[in-house]
């Protein structure tokens, strides 16, 4: 009785902590115009304007685990002169319970040039302005921009999926499981996007 009383009571802890997640929050000081530089081995991660000057990292998950724990997932963040550089190692086992997940939302100054390396997850970038060079290994990549006119040379790739791009007004792409696109606007910004197993959707702010 008193083992099964046990049982009961570490189920309970269980749901209670998937039903009350945790979130670690972080910040930094960087100014606008720096660049943000962003590796991560497995979680979803948006990457949204900051409103200010200065980075923030939030890391929201439903696993059974402290905040302790979950600052020990942030391998680096630092900041030296004009960049932020972020690395994140979030134990796999993590998200081997049923309603586990870890996600991401990392805040930077609208003017920031973006590198980011997700191995699986998807990645969401909107209202950022600068260049952008972007990497999920499996997951699909969403990225908002305000303008065409914004990005001069643009590179998208998939090895499998496909790439939706309303930059690209010719709509030229090659590739069969997968696909590619390099071209040249008349904008200052560079933008690579690729994605090994996923989709590339680029899209305009405010429109799906």
């Not at 570490?10 to 979130?23: E, F, R, W």
């Not at 914004?150 to 309303?166: A, L, N, S």
Request: glycine share 10%; hydrophobic share 35%; aromatic share 4%.
């Amino acid at each position: 009785m008193k083992s099964l009383l046990a049982i009961t009571a570490l189920s309970l802890c269980a749901v209670a902590a998937a039903q009350n997640p945790q979130t670690w929050v972080q910040d930094r000081p960087l100014a606008s115009g720096g660049t943000v530089v962003l590796t991560m081995n497995v979680g979803d991660v948006k990457i949204v304007p900051s409103g200010s000057d200065g980075v923030r990292l939030e890391i929201h998950t439903t696993s059974n685990v402290d905040r302790q724990t979950v600052a020990s997932w942030v391998r680096r963040f630092e900041v030296a002169a004009d960049r932020a550089t972020i690395e994140i190692d979030i134990p796999k086992k993590m998200h081997d319970c049923d309603n586990c997940s870890t996600d991401v939302v990392l805040y930077v100054p609208r003017q920031s040039d973006l590198k980011a390396d997700l191995d699986v997850g998807d990645l969401t970038i909107r209202g950022i302005q600068g260049n952008k060079d972007v990497h999920t290994g499996v997951g699909d990549l969403r990225i908002a921009v305000a303008s065409p006119s914004e990005y001069g040379h643009v590179e998208t790739h998939t090895r499998i999926g496909d790439v939706h791009d309303f930059l690209n007004h010719d709509g030229g792409q090659s590739g069969f499981l997968g696909k590619t696109e390099d071209f040249t606007l008349s904008g200052r910004y560079h933008l690579r996007a690729s994605t090994g197993i996923g989709d590339v959707h680029i899209s305009q702010e405010g429109k799906s």
